[in-house]
């Protein structure tokens, strides 16, 4: 079992930065993969990056690559996300999650999820 918190989250100007953090309970956070989604009004919930266990491996998706990036401490047991150049278009619920292996950028591969935390981006 694996408990998440999100934080960081706000309201942020366009072309602002926020970094978004997850931290995890439980001494098997290191085994997980994580990712982190988000899901605006009205709209299905979105990939937006993922980091292997490790930290080796980071994928991202089209909308945010180069402004966004995903990192993880094992020894903290937290992940975060450094939103860079933010746009209007990121104002979304940000969630993270844990995976033990799937298809990383699919939510149905996760099966924890933290409760989301709120990212505005005023024009």
């Given at each position: 079992q694996?408990?998440?918190?999100?934080?960081g989250g706000g309201l942020v100007q366009?072309?602002?930065s926020l970094r978004?953090?997850?931290?995890a309970s439980g001494r098997t956070f290191s085994t997980?993969?994580?990712?982190?989604?988000?899901?605006a009004p009205g709209k299905e919930r979105d990939f937006v990056a993922f980091i292997t266990w490790s930290?080796?491996?980071?994928?991202?998706?089209?909308?945010?690559?180069?402004?966004f990036t995903i990192s993880r401490d094992n020894a903290k047991n937290t992940v975060y996300l450094h939103m860079n150049?933010?746009?209007p278009e990121d104002t979304a619920v940000?969630?993270?999650?844990?995976s033990v292996g799937g298809r990383l950028y699919d939510p149905?591969?996760?099966a924890y999820w933290g409760q989301g935390t709120q990212v505005t981006v005023s024009s």
């Open positions: 694996v408990q998440l918190v999100e934080s366009a072309g602002g978004l953090s997850c931290a997980y993969a994580m990712g982190w989604f988000r899901q930290g080796g491996s980071t994928y991202y998706a089209d909308s945010v690559k180069g402004r150049s933010l746009k940000y969630y993270c999650a844990a149905p591969a996760y």
